[in-house]
């Protein structure tokens, strides 16, 4: 599964359709505290995506010692000006910050990221809303590459509110309709757990954790963890083990990184729709 090929084709669905629409200003602005190195190259990377999809972006950077009241000013500059559509405030914030505070300043229409308490609400009760970009990326994958969903056992492994959990309950919700289990560091027997199921989803940032042992032959297997070693940027699924007897792979990097973007452009193309822009 090439997440760079499908986050290709969603940004240039994106340019299309805003072409179409007449070229509305859809603004996606990202607020980024501290020199964090790895933050500072997904920020770039978003920019460089939302200008190709025809969108105009913002940049709000702080340094590290900024206080939790200057965060918070720009934050709520940004949720009250009507010309941007998306804030996406870059995790982990530096220590010291309160990030649950700074998030709640973000209204749910501008939510791009879905990580707000209120955005994260809306998708357990089943409302519409905005949905955290990372899981929504594994369900865009598994629908480009037409992976049997329904009725299928999917197995999560991770349970943070930024991945695992917001992705148990999409491959939960009718029209998935996946029977999900939700696995994480305590489970017991993980081999056995994922040897059961039609897909498994490995987000627990545990470099080559889900080996040739934990797949079923044909069984879909997305990456999603990120570790960074000596060599390189390392999944959490030993790809070469289990690339033979997966019927479906996503590479690290490759997959589920280039559709984390695609998805927050989608949500930001959704966020303007929400208050208003004329986008069909
Ligand atoms: P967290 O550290 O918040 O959560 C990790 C989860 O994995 C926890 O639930 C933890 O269990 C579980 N876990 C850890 N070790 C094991 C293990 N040996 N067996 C089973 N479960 C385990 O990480 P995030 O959810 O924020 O991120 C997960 C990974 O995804 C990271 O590598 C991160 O870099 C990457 N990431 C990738 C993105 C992408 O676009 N591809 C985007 C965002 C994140 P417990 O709760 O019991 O501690």
Redesign the pocket.
């Given at each position: 599964m090439d997440g760079n090929q499908l986050r290709d084709e969603v940004v240039a669905a994106i340019a299309a359709r805003l072409v179409a629409a007449g070229s509305p200003p859809v603004c996606l602005a990202t607020v980024l505290v501290g020199d964090d190195g790895p933050s500072h190259v997904y920020v770039r990377n978003k920019h460089r995506k939302a200008a190709e999809a025809g969108m105009v972006s913002r940049h709000v950077e702080l340094p590290g010692s900024a206080t939790q009241a200057e965060v918070e000013t720009e934050v709520a500059a940004l949720a009250a000006d009507p010309s941007v559509h998306g804030i996406l405030v870059q995790l982990p914030l530096p220590a010291g910050l309160d990030e649950e505070r700074v998030l709640d300043l973000v209204p749910p229409e501008k939510d791009v990221d879905g990580l707000t308490e209120r955005s994260m609400g809306r998708l357990v009760r089943g409302r519409p809303g905005l949905v955290p970009?990372?899981p929504l990326?594994v369900i865009r994958l598994l629908e480009r590459y037409e992976v049997p969903t329904s009725g299928k056992r999917a197995v999560v492994?991770?349970?943070?509110?930024?991945?695992?959990?917001p992705l148990a309950l999409l491959l939960a919700r009718k029209g998935v309709d996946a029977t999900v289990t939700l696995?994480?560091?305590?489970?017991a027997d993980?081999v056995g757990v994922c040897r059961e199921a039609d897909i498994v989803v490995?987000?627990?940032?545990?470099a080559r954790?889900i080996t040739a042992d934990h797949v079923r032959p044909g069984a879909a297997v997305i990456?999603?963890?990120?570790?960074r070693t000596e060599t390189g940027i390392v999944?959490?699924v030993d790809f070469a083990a289990v690339e033979p007897i997966a019927g479906w792979i996503t590479p690290?990097?490759g997959?589920?990184?280039?559709?984390?973007?695609a998805c927050l452009l989608e949500n930001t193309v959704t966020a303007a729709r929400m208050q208003g822009v004329d986008i069909p």
């Open positions: 970009c990372t990326g492994v991770g349970r943070s509110t930024l991945v695992g959990l696995a994480h560091s305590r489970t993980l490995a987000a627990a940032g545990q954790m990456d999603v963890g990120i570790s999944g959490d690290m990097p997959g589920t990184g280039p559709m984390t973007i």
